[in-house]
């Protein structure tokens, strides 16, 4: 069982979706990012101040399976937990749709810290790591 730490809601807006009706698949990047900045806004954690201290979280990989495709209207929630894995931050992030709870995708988004201009590690981020708050 996933150990699901943050969840956020979305509804699935007729512009985001292609000519088949569905998602677009690149869309539902902006969810698994939107989902992440929220969660860190939740622990008090600000991209901006993280900056300013010469601490930049970046993305390294994307990996992410496409399940159901989310249709207009739909609504849909998505869920995360994170791990660390040497130097990267690992967010595993499943996006559901609301109702039925079937799976529309399976995501892994491997994260690293530079600071400043080298990898490093982020105390804010391994702090995170150890939340074990289960939301579902």
Do not use: W
């Not at 677009?24 to 989902?35: G, I, K, S």
């Not at 491997?110 to 939340?131: S, T, Y």
């Amino acid at each position: 069982m996933e150990k699901y730490i943050f969840e956020q809601k979305f509804k699935v807006r007729d512009y985001e979706c292609d000519i088949q009706g569905v998602l677009n698949n690149a869309v539902y990047q902006n969810y698994l990012e939107h989902t992440r900045h929220e969660f860190l806004a939740s622990k008090n954690i600000s991209f901006a101040d993280l900056h300013l201290k010469g601490i930049d979280p970046m993305v390294a990989r994307i990996s992410i399976d496409y399940k159901t495709p989310l249709r207009p209207g739909d609504c849909c929630i998505c869920r995360l937990y994170v791990q660390k894995e040497g130097i990267k931050y690992v967010f595993f992030q499943d996006i559901y749709r609301l109702g039925d709870e079937k799976i529309a995708i399976k995501a892994r988004v491997d994260a690293v810290v530079v600071v400043n201009g080298k990898l490093g590690f982020c105390d804010e981020l391994d702090e995170l790591v150890n939340d074990t708050k289960i939301v579902k």
